[in-house]
């Protein structure tokens, strides 16, 4: 028997289509270590005594009221999770900080509202800030004093965000940048100080730049609060700019490298989202199960029921399998880090570097995760009948606050055709090498087929044949479907969100595979 140590994984990004991985490589939730169980339980208290008695103010945005639950969990460090020790932060490993998020993505309307401080608002400063613009916010965005935004979309320009129209010019003395534009859908904008605002400099496509704007700027407003489906207690508005004079020093990142900035927070953003819905989701799971418990119907608990059972067993099966992926994943990204810190590569380097490797596994587990959630939410809800459908029982609001998810951080279409793109990109550039995996299987074809069953000394012989016939018939037909249509595929979308549904399968089975082995080799 072996003990749950370091992971010495070598998998790059998208590999898992064309390379098989040891139980060994792959990084599993029960790797928790006691001071990462502390911090999650700190945050499980914290939503339990500060949130949950008041999950109805928060939905009804009481005036401060999660200004002031925002400033609560700054008190705790949870603002400052990912920040450096520098910069007032708590400097938090990749794996830290996934335990901790899976518990805020239980938080409702909450949940939304510090991921966007935490995340979108201020990773941009963070990864791209010059050392002055990190010293001048990131304290301050830690400790809660300014409270983040990040604004990328607008009315014209939702999926197609380089469509934006938002303009920047330079002022005659050369000081300033002169903002004029309109931003929607803007998360925390009710309440935020700092707002990352992505503009095209000139009005040029090939100058797209991002710049920190503070509210207190002139000429900056915002529209009213947006009457949403759900997260009812997130603030939503759109945010004006009429003429917005900003200085030159908040320019963010490099002119024209705009696009680099939103697409990185993207990606951390699109696995961020999984973890954090994993949260949503047992939760939600396990008050159908206490529900099922206690409520009688014929006499009998409604849990002895088979249709029941079948509902709550599919919910927990789809949940491990998503959390199998989802921190197989962080600990990919988390390794990935470390070796870039250790190597001595740049701040920004060794933040982004991890997350864009895996873009695919990203773009991948945002689909997944939100799709788990809505599926969970849903099949809860039934097994609370008529309840599940009053607001006096939590699954009203969960099915409500779940839907979001498939929407933003880019909607699930768009994540499907990106995985697909990125791994014909990664294909393009010599990254991966999809094409002699892709002729061996042709060859393999005109061979006899290989009847047995694997090593029968395997315990999971069936599943990992299953498995590497999966890899193979992915890798067949999307080869075929790239021989035959060409340049043609990127526009055959039916195509390409099959394809990406192959992938996610394929990835979310290795990934429980792998840490069924895990749990299996080291506790028997
Ligand atoms: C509650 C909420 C909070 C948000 N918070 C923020 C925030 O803080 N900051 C921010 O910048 N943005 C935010 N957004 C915006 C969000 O990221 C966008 O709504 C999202 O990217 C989709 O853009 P859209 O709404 O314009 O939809 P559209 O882009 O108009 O898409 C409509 C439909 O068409 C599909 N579609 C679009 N293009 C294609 C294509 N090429 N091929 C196939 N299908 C396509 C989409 O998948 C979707 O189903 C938020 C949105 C909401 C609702």
Redesign the pocket.
Known sequence: MSTLTDNKQSLKGGEFIIKDTTWQEAYIPEEITDEQRAMRDSAKDFIRTEIDPILDRIDAQEEGLVVSLLDKAAELGFLGLSIPEEYGGFGADFNTISYVFEVFGGAHAYS?AQG?HTG?GTMPILYYGTDEQRAKYLPKLASGELKA?????EPW?????LGARTKAVLNEEGTHYIINGQ??????AGFADTFVVFTKIDGDDKKFTAFILEKTMEGFSLGAE?K?MG?KG?S?RQVFMSNVKVPKENLLGEIGKGHKIAFQILNVGRFKLCNGVLGGAKRALDQAVKYANERQQFKTPISSFGAIKHKIAEMAIRLWTAESASYRTSGLIHDYEQALHHSGAGLTEALTGGAEEYQIECALLKVLGSEVLDFVVDESLQVYGGMGFSEEAPMARAYRDSR?NR????????NR?LSIDALLKFAMKGKIDLLSPGMAIQKELMSVPDFGAGDENDFFAAERKALKNAKKAFLLVAGGAVQKLMQKLSSE?EILMHAADVLIDIYTMESALLRAEKLRNTYG
């Open positions: 939304v966007a979108i935004a990040y604004c990328l979309t320009s939702g999926s197609d965000a931003k929607m859908w803007i998360t925390n947006e949403k997260i997130s939503t979001i929407i933003f951080e880019g909607t699930n279409e768009i055709m979308q």
